[in-house]
């Protein structure tokens, strides 16, 4: 099993629709878990962190299950935007607490 | 304004040739990292430094090789034991060793001629 897995799409969407994406991880001491964004070509920018509790910035969503051992991404109300790839990004475990970085999930919001 | 450089953007090599990327940021950050990024795949991390005169070997560290003389600067050699060097490099830099938020440069895009 890959450290940290995600269904590469890609996901083809229309405007104004709800979208979610799922991450899961293979280490259960795993801390920290953050969304990031990569446009074509460009460099990785931080979405957001992933709390136990949840978080919710405008129309995106991230959620964490520990017991499941996946983190989410849920976006409401596409624009065209949003279309790039989403990276999941986990901690290990260890003392160099090193980050693991999924494959991504790209998206496409179609007009 | 604060942020991370990386140049060139664009970068050929030729066979046998070493070539050295450019990483410098004004973050006042502690710990730099080298990653490599191949279509259709996930960062990979060639070498990161936590602290001025230290690095450590990521998992992709053969045919590379870095520096870290100051707080600001960390650059990338890709030597010509890379056989296979073509791919986006990336460098990034976060605070602290408990800050695990990356701040990335806008990348180099390599390509052997």
């Known amino acids: 099993r890959k450290e940290v897995e995600q269904d590469p799409g890609p996901f083809n969407v229309p405007e104004g629709a709800t979208v979610a994406f799922n991450c899961t991880y293979s280490?259960?001491?795993?801390?920290?878990f953050f969304w990031y964004r990569q446009d074509c070509r460009k460099e990785p920018k931080l979405l957001m962190s992933?709390?136990?509790?949840?978080n919710e910035d405008g129309r995106f969503t991230a959620q964490l299950n520990r017991a499941s051992q996946y983190i989410s991404l849920l976006i409401r109300d596409s624009k065209l935007s949003d279309s790039a790839t989403y990276l999941c990004v986990v901690n290990g475990a260890g003392n160099n607490r090193k980050l693991i970085w999924g494959l991504g999930t790209s998206l496409a919001v179609n007009p | 304004d604060g942020g991370i450089t990386q140049s060139p953007k664009y970068l050929f090599r030729k066979e046998g040739q070493n070539v050295t990327l450019s990483c410098e940021q004004n973050l006042n950050h502690d710990a730099m990292y080298w990653y490599r990024q191949d279509p259709g795949q996930g960062l990979r991390l060639i070498y990161y430094s936590q602290i001025v005169n230290d690095f450590q070997k990521g998992d992709i560290a053969e045919g590379y090789s870095v520096s870290r003389e100051k707080k600001e600067s960390f650059p990338l050699t890709v030597t010509s034991a890379q056989k296979n060097p073509t791919a986006f490099y990336l460098c990034a830099s976060r605070t602290g060793a408990t800050n695990e938020k990356l701040f990335f440069g806008s990348g180099t895009q390599l390509s052997v001629l």
């Open positions: 280490n259960s001491a795993s801390q920290s």
């Open positions: 992933v709390y136990s509790s949840g």
